[in-house]
C-alpha cells in the first residue's frame, strides 16, 4: 500500500476558496515575504489564509539541517539575509490587521548567531508598529548556544516555541543528527525560567507507541511546557520518510485526555493540527491577555 497517495478518509481536505487567501498571497508576494504554509505545504493554508493567519518563515527558505520529514529544501548555506524583512513583516501585519502572529525560521547554522539577531529584530519591530500584537516565536534549537537563545527571549516574545518533533527513540532516524531530544528540552527549559509561556509539538505516525507520547509528555511537563500540539505526520513525498500508521481522530482525542490530565494549559491534536496550527491561538491568546506575558 502506498501510504503517500492512499489515506483515509479522515486525511480528505475540502478546499474552499475565500477572496482573503488571494490578498495575503498578493502581499506576502509583494513584500518578498516567506511563510512556512507554503514551504512546508501545510494542509490548513486554505482555512488560516482565507481568516487572515500566516506564519511568517524568516532568514530566507533554505535550511541547513537535513530532517528527513521536512519538505523545505535544505543547503549548506542558507539566502542572504534581507534587512528589511522585520519592516515588511511589520507592515503586512498592520495591513492585514492581525492580533496574534506565528514568526518561524530555516535553521542558519552558517550564521555566527545562527539568526537569533534578526529573529530579535523582527519581533521587537512588529511590537513597535502594532503594540498590541501577540506574539509566538517557533525557533530552532540553536545548536544548544545559550547566548542566541537568550538574544530571542530578551525581545519578550509572548509565546515562545520549540518543537521536539517525535520521541526520544526516534530522533535519529526523523531529524538532523545535529538536533537531540535533550538539546530542545534545554532550549525550551531556559525559555522557561526566563519566565515565557512555552510550547512544542509532535508528529504521530512514525512508529511511536502511546506509552512513548504519554513519555515525552511527561519530559515536557518536566520542564513545565505550558501547550503542546499533535499532529499527523504527513509525507511530502517519497524521498520523505514513509508514514507507518494513519492515527485515528479518536486516538488524537484519547492524546489529548493524557495530556491534559498531565497539566498541560493547552492541547491541539487531530490529524490536520500543525505546531502553528490556529485552533490553538485564540486560547493561548485569552490566557496571555489574561495573565500578562508572565508565562511562569
Not at 529544501?73 to 490587521?97: C, F, H, L, Q
Not at 531529524?175 to 509539538?201: H, P
Request: hydrophobic residues 35%.
Amino acid at each position: 500500500m502506498n501510504k503517500l497517495y492512499n489515506k483515509p478518509e479522515w486525511l480528505k481536505i475540502k478546499i474552499e476558496h475565500d477572496p482573503k487567501f488571494d490578498d495575503v498571497r498578493k502581499t506576502l508576494s509583494e513584500n518578498s515575504l516567506v511563510t512556512v504554509c507554503e514551504e512546508a505545504h501545510c494542509p490548513n493554508i486554505n482555512e488560516c489564509w482565507s481568516s487572515g493567519t500566516a506564519t511568517f518563515m524568516v532568514l530566507g527558505d533554505t535550511c541547513t539541517r537535513g530532517c528527513r520529514f521536512c519538505n523545505v529544501k535544505s543547503g549548506r548555506y542558507g539566502a542572504n539575509i534581507d534587512p528589511m524583512e522585520p519592516m515588511k513583516i511589520a507592515e503586512s501585519v498592520k495591513k492585514w490587521g492581525l492580533d496574534y502572529i506565528v514568526i518561524t525560521s530555516v535553521d542558519r547554522d552558517d550564521l555566527p548567531d545562527q539568526g537569533s539577531e534578526h529573529f530579535a529584530k523582527v519581533i521587537t519591530t512588529v511590537h513597535q508598529q502594532s503594540p498590541e500584537v501577540l506574539i509566538e516565536v517557533l525557533v530552532p534549537d540553536f545548536r544548544g548556544d545559550v547566548k542566541c537563545v537568550e538574544t530571542v527571549v530578551q525581545a519578550r516574545p509572548n509565546v515562545f516555541a520549540h518543537n521536539v518533533e517525535t520521541i526520544e527513540r526516534l530522533q535519529g532516524r526523523v531529524r538532523d543528527n545535529r538536533a537531540t531530544y535533550e538539546q530542545s528540552l534545554m532550549v525550551l527549559e531556559y525559555a522557561k525560567k526566563q519566565g515565557l509561556y512555552t510550547k512544542s509539538s509532535l508528529m504521530v505516525g512514525l512508529g511511536e507507541t502511546e506509552e512513548e507520547i504519554a513519555q515525552t509528555m511527561d519530559d515536557l511537563r518536566r520542564i513545565d511546557v505550558d501547550f503542546l500540539t499533535l499532529g499527523q505526520y504527513l509525507r511530502p513525498s517519497l524521498k520523505h520518510l514513509e508514514v507507518v500508521e494513519y492515527v485515528h481522530p479518536d486516538q488524537f482525542e484519547h492524546y489529548k485526555k493524557i495530556g491534559l490530565e498531565k497539566g498541560f494549559r493547552y492541547i491541539a491534536a487531530g490529524p490536520f493540527v500543525r505546531s502553528s496550527y490556529k485552533a490553538g491561538e485564540f486560547f493561548i491568546k485569552s490566557i496571555v491577555k489574561e495573565n500578562g506575558n508572565d508565562g511562569a
